[in-house]
């Protein structure tokens, strides 16, 4: 009696295991996807990419191939150079740029806005200042990519255009 009365509970204590393991289990999942989809969310929030796409400078069509695009270098006049100063604690720095934007020759408007692109270099020359004093001068070459993809999305936005595809900072140098 002693015998089957042990089995009686454990087969109880078993189904009870059972049962408080599948109520763990669903709720564990349910949790899961809550914290997936508020990852997801927070991901999109700070524009980073779930997926791992790399081509955060593309200008969302797609990928373009390296002969599709043509390269213009941003003048200042007559010099390719661009110099930004920066006034901190009675000093004067200057941070010296040298900019290129990529265009996309495959784009619907890449011939009218090239021309407009090849015009108002002074005012791509100014959305690059202002775009490069939105950092301190010490911290210009560790947000390289941060100021590239911010010169990008003005200029797209000032020219209305999709045919600017990428925005290289070739050269930066500190003094």
Do not use: P, R
């Given at each position: 009696?002693?015998?089957?009365?042990?089995?009686?509970?454990?087969?109880?204590?078993?189904?009870?295991?059972?049962?408080?393991?599948?109520?763990?289990?669903?709720?564990?999942?349910?949790?899961?996807?809550?914290?997936?989809?508020?990852?997801?969310?927070v991901?999109?929030?700070?524009?980073?990419?779930?997926?791992?796409?790399?081509?955060?400078?593309?200008?969302?069509?797609?990928?373009?191939?390296?002969?599709?695009?043509?390269?213009?270098?941003?003048?200042?006049?007559?010099?390719?150079?661009?110099?930004?100063s920066?006034?901190?604690?009675?000093?004067t720095?200057?941070?010296?740029?040298?900019?290129?934007?990529?265009?996309?020759?495959?784009?619907?408007?890449?011939?009218?806005?090239?021309?407009?692109?090849?015009?108002?270099?002074?005012?791509?020359?100014?959305?690059?200042?202002?775009?490069?004093?939105?950092?301190?001068?010490?911290?210009?070459?560790?947000?390289?990519?941060?100021?590239?993809?911010?010169?990008?999305?003005?200029?797209?936005?000032?020219?209305?255009?999709?045919?600017?595809?990428?925005?290289?900072?070739?050269?930066?140098?500190?003094?």
């Amino acid at each position: 009696m002693k015998k089957s009365m042990l089995s009686v509970v454990n087969l109880a204590i078993s189904i009870i295991n059972l049962a408080l393991t599948v109520v763990l289990t669903f709720s564990l999942v349910t949790t899961n996807n809550k914290t997936n989809n508020l990852i997801s969310k927070v991901a999109e929030i700070i524009d980073l990419d779930v997926a791992g796409d790399t081509s955060s400078t593309a200008s969302g069509s797609g990928a373009v191939s390296v002969d599709d695009l043509e390269y213009v270098s941003v003048k200042n006049g007559d010099d390719d150079k661009i110099t930004v100063s920066y006034t901190s604690g009675g000093k004067t720095h200057y941070v010296v740029l040298k900019v290129n934007i990529g265009l996309n020759k495959k784009a619907k408007d890449y011939e009218a806005k090239s021309a407009s692109i090849n015009n108002g270099m002074s005012s791509i020359v100014s959305t690059v200042t202002t775009e490069a004093l939105k950092y301190s001068y010490d911290s210009v070459t560790s947000n390289k990519t941060n100021i590239e993809a911010s010169i990008l999305k003005s200029l797209q936005d000032q020219f209305q255009t999709q045919a600017i595809y990428t925005v290289t900072l070739s050269q930066i140098l500190v003094q």
